[in-house]
């Protein structure tokens, strides 16, 4: 006698999944207990707050739980839905003015309302994503890709003391530590490079147990770096240093804006530290995986980096051209700030065009085969421009011409306007060196093998890249307007 078939039809099955609900149940109890410990400091009754967090975290549970596969893309989801509610919430209350209000309190809101920004990403995103992540994580899933610990201890570690030592050295020779800030006076400047050399070591043994496998290259990985170091700013001098002296918690913009150096000293630090983590794994995966013959490349490394060099100025000439009516019209063309140097508009155009093309041939090599459409490139691009806002015309270029660095928030506000003119220059070299990529791979891609190897390199479907461009972008371009 044959078995019986199930005659169930799908509208008797369950909507949702028992796992999908498991995962709300654990968002929304997470969720609750962070809205409380956000109402305990102050911005919120605990009902309201309680309310809150639990929605907060049953919808991320139903959402965005099966993409948060391990605790570091929990932590990234969480913290870019944090942000995303935060934006919504502003978003209401300044449509809930008057037209008149509405038109002059836009910004005033968002400062108003930066407390609460603070209050959301470290008492909802943090502890709601990285329970789910870790969640994510202990399930059964042979989908994933293989956590190594050794891989994820040696190269972060090594990472951490690499990158931490020569953060460490440079601040030393500026007398400026912008990891311990919030610490309060520490005396002595080898104390001081002691206990910032530390806190870096952790940063960077966490990040590669964290982000081991959502980093593909050298620039995904300064991306992460970017991103996980503007969260230890605020996770650490807004949060954390301040309950460890005793104080109460302070994060309103005037706090934050005392503390904006520190912020780009983060940001420097996680750049280095993206740079040195993705040399020390890519090494470890030549050595211990890619280390047979049917894993090795077609092509030698010196011709790809040639053709990545070539696109790359290519695209970084683009790029300028596209973005020097912006630089002209906000005056970086012609006015050096931060050095009192001024040019001439064709000197100045000049000069751009080719720090344009040096600055897109770091591009093609930093951040080639990242993208698998032009959507991404875009977004790829968006946050190159940024990295480069925050490390040229604010770090290196006062740097190489005055020999000085001036990280105040006056500074910065002063480079305000030219931040468009890099986020513009980014998305069009990131666009252009994508098609210039996709053009040369399509010619070539009759061969399987090859075949085979370029859709292994495409990032797949589901990491939370996503998240971090809403969260590096959000925070790296609203955080100087906001304490501007």
């Known amino acids: 006698m044959p078995a019986m078939k199930s005659t169930a039809s799908p509208t008797q099955q369950a909507l949702i999944p028992p796992r999908m609900w ?38 991320f549970g139903l959402m965005f739980a099966k993409r948060s596969r391990s605790a570091g893309a929990g932590l990234i989801w969480g913290l870019g839905s944090a942000l995303l509610l935060w934006f919504a919430v502003t978003a209401v209350n300044t449509l809930s003015q008057s037209n008149i209000e509405r038109s002059a309190g836009m910004l005033r809101e968002a400062r108003n309302q930066f407390p609460g920004l603070v209050a959301i990403l470290m008492c909802l995103g943090m502890p709601v994503g990285v329970a789910l992540g870790i969640r994510g994580a202990l399930s059964n899933d042979t989908t994933r890709i293989r956590f190594r610990w050794g891989r994820a201890i040696v190269a972060g570690g090594l990472a951490g003391v690499t990158s931490g030592s020569i953060f460490a050295y440079w601040t030393l020779m500026g007398g400026f530590f912008p990891l311990n800030a919030g610490l309060g006076t520490i005396t002595g400047h080898g104390a001081n490079a002691l206990l910032q050399f530390g806190i870096a070591l952790a940063i960077g043994m966490s990040f590669g147990v ?247 390199r495409l990032r797949p479907v589901g990491t939370p890249a996503p998240a971090l461009w809403l969260l590096v972008m959000g925070l790296g371009v609203a955080i100087p307007i906001l304490l501007s």
């Open 210 to 456: 964290l982000f081991q496998s959502d980093v593909l290259g050298y620039g995904s990985c300064m991306g992460w770096g970017l991103g996980y170091a503007i969260f230890w700013w605020f996770l650490c001098p807004l949060t954390f240093f301040p309950l460890l002296r005793g104080m109460p918690l302070n994060w309103s913009v005037d706090s934050a804006g005392d503390l904006f150096g520190a912020l780009v000293g983060h940001i420097l630090y996680g750049l280095i530290l993206g740079i040195t983590y993705a040399t020390f794994d890519r090494v470890w995966v030549r050595l211990f995986i890619q280390s047979d013959p049917l894993n090795r490349e077609r092509e030698g490394p010196g011709f790809r980096t040639f053709r990545s060099l070539q696109w790359g100025a290519s695209a970084g000439l683009v790029g300028g051209i596209i973005s020097s009516p912006l630089m002209l019209a906000t005056g970086a063309l012609t006015f050096l700030s931060g050095t009192g140097i001024h040019l001439t508009i064709w000197t100045g155009l000049v000069i751009h065009l080719l720090v344009s093309m040096f600055i897109g041939m770091s591009y093609g090599l930093l951040f080639r085969n990242e993208a698998s459409n032009l959507i991404m490139a875009g977004a790829w691009g968006w946050l190159f421009g940024l990295i480069w806002w925050y490390a040229g015309p604010l770090t290196l270029l006062p740097l190489l011409l005055t020999g000085e660095i001036d990280w105040r928030l006056s500074a910065a506000s002063a480079l305000l306007p030219s931040l468009f003119g890099h986020l513009t220059y980014g998305a069009a070299t990131g666009s252009v060196f994508y098609l210039l990529e996709r053009r040369y791979l399509h010619r070539h891609m009759a061969d399987p093998r090859m075949a085979i190897r370029e859709q292994s």
């Open 22 to 59: 498991k995962n709300a149940a654990l968002g929304m109890v997470v969720g609750i207990c962070g809205g409380l410990a956000r109402a305990y400091a102050g911005h919120s009754s605990p009902f309201v707050s309680a309310l809150v967090g639990g929605g907060f975290g049953l919808v």
